[in-house]
C-alpha cells in the first residue's frame, strides 16, 4: 500500500515533521508560489499551511486527491472553506496552540506604547538621550477593552487585570455570564470605545469583521486611546486609524498584522506613534512546537478517519 503524501507549504518545526515522516512521504515546499502549489497540488493528500499560502478555489480545483488541510495556527481565512468543504476535504487547526504566545505579545505591545519604548530604544541608538521628552503612562487604574473575548482574549484579560487595568469585553457570540467568567466585564461595542483607554481587537477575519474599526469606530472612542491589534489585517481599515493618529484623536497603535502582508514602509508603519512588528505574534518556539506536534496528530487522525479534535469543515 503507498503511504499518505503531505505537503508542507510555509515551514514546520521539526516535532511535527518527525510525527508525519512515521507514517507519510512529506515535502517541505516552504515558500512555495501560488503558480506552483496549483501545479503540484494534485500530487497531494494533505497539505499544510500557516497563514502565508493562500488555498484557493482555483488551488483546489486542482488537488484531485486532497483529503486534509492543516493550518498549523488558528487563522482559518486564507483558506477558501466552502470550495474545500464542496470537495469534501477537510480543513482542521491548531486553535490552542499559539495562544498566550499571542496574549503574551500583545501585552508587550501594550506596555510599549505605554512607556514609548520603541523610540526610546531607537533614540540611544541615535546617540540622544530623550529623557524629557518620553514621558510615559501607567497601566495601573487604566480601562482595556477587549473585542472578541475567546482564547487569546481571555489570556490578555487575565494579564490585563494583573496590572490592576479593568477590562471591558464585547463578544455578540457570548453571554453575559461567559464573558465574566473569561475575566471581563460585558458591554456593548459603544460603551467600550466611549470608556477605553486601550483598546485590543481578538477576532477572526470575515465578513462581519472586516474594516470593524473604521473612521465611526475610531471619532466613538475615547480622545487619546491607543489601539493594539494581533488579530488579522482588514480588521482595521488602516487609512482611517493613520488619519485618526494623525488628528490625535488615537494616541498610538501597535500593530502585528496589515491588510496586506508584507506591507512596506507605508505612511502607517513609518509613523512614529505606530509600532509594527512582521506578523510574530505567534512566534515563540514554544507556540510553534505545540502547533506542529498538534497539526501532525490532527493530520493523521483526519487520513485514518479516526475523530478529530479541531475540524473546523
Ligand atoms: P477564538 O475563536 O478563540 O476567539 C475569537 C472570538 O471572537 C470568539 O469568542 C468569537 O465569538 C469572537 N467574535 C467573532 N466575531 C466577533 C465580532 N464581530 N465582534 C466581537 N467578537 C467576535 O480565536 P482566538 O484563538 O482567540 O484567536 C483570535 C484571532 O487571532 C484569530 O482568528 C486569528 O485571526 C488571530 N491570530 C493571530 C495570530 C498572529 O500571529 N498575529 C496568531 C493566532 C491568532
Known sequence: ???????????LEESGQAILRAACEV???KGISAEELAQVIGKYDAIIVRSRTK???????QATQLKVIGRAGVGVDNIDLAAASARQITVVN?????TIAVA????????????????ADSSMKNGQWLKSQLMGSELYGKTFGLIGVGNIGTQVALRAAAFGMTVLGYDPYL???QIRQRGAEPVTLNDLFAKSDYISVHVPLSPETRNMLDGQAF????????IICTARGGVIDETALLQAIESAQVAGAALDVFAVEPPGLTALVAHPR??????????????????????????????????????VV
Not at 491548531?94 to 499559539?98: F, M
Not at 503574551?104 to 523610540?119: S, Y
Not at 471619532?219 to 491607543?226: C, E, F, I, T
Open 1 to 11: 500500500m503507498r503511504s499518505w503524501s503531505v505537503l508542507i507549504t510555509d515551514g
Open 27 to 29: 515535502e517541505d515546499r
Open 55 to 61: 488555498v484557493t478555489a482555483e488551488v483546489l480545483a
Open 94 to 98: 491548531a486553535p490552542q496552540s499559539t
Open 104 to 119: 503574551e505579545h500583545t501585552i508587550a505591545m501594550m506596555i510599549a506604547l505605554a512607556r514609548n519604548l520603541t523610540q
Open 175 to 177: 453571554n453575559d455570564e
Open 219 to 226: 471619532s466613538a472612542m475615547k480622545r487619546g486611546v491607543r
Open 274 to 311: 505606530v509600532i509594527a512588528t512582521p506578523h510574530i505574534a505567534a512566534q515563540t518556539a514554544e507556540a510553534q512546537a505545540r502547533a506542529a506536534v498538534d497539526i501532525a496528530e490532527e493530520i493523521l487522525a483526519a487520513l485514518a478517519g479516526k475523530p478529530l479534535r479541531w475540524k
